[in-house]
Nanobody
Framework: QVQLVESGGGSVQAGGSLRLSCAVS????????MGWFRQAPGKEREGVAT???????NYANSVKDRFTISRDNAKNTLFLQMNSLKPEDTAMYYC????????????????????WGQGTQVTVSS
């Protein structure tokens, strides 16, 4: 069973930065589709950023130019660098991993049959 453990969440003021980490076991991040999702109270879980096995990244429009997804293959860890944080970024952030499926986009694979971490809370105050 693939295991993912997120860390790095916290409370920051608007304009600040945080770096989330996701330690992965029983899967190789470079071979999987990896992604970050978030869910705010009363809202649906939304995709924030994904990176596929070729290293191609995709971002939600709301976080483009502010967030950066990356991975460290040697440490088998996924990251999300979040800059210029806004109060609307407040949410529980989840890491996800899914095996490569050529017929699906990365986010489709993650939503369909991804493995999920327990989440880390990010709170941005104005």
């Amino acid at each position: 069973q693939v295991q993912l453990v997120e860390s790095g969440g916290g409370s920051v003021q608007a304009g600040g930065s945080l770096r989330l980490s996701c330690a992965v076991s029983r899967a190789t991040v470079s071979n999987y589709c990896m992604g970050w999702f978030r869910q705010a109270p009363g809202k649906e879980r939304e995709g924030v950023a994904t990176i596929n096995s070729d290293g191609i990244t995709n971002y939600a429009n709301s976080v483009k130019d502010r967030f950066t997804i990356s991975r460290d293959n040697a440490k088998n860890t996924l990251f999300l660098q979040m800059n210029s944080l806004k109060p609307e970024d407040t949410a529980m952030y989840y890491c996800a991993a899914a095996p490569y499926e050529p017929r699906l986009t990365c986010i489709q694979a993650l939503r369909g049959f991804g493995y999920w971490g327990q989440g880390t809370q990010v709170t941005v105050s104005s």
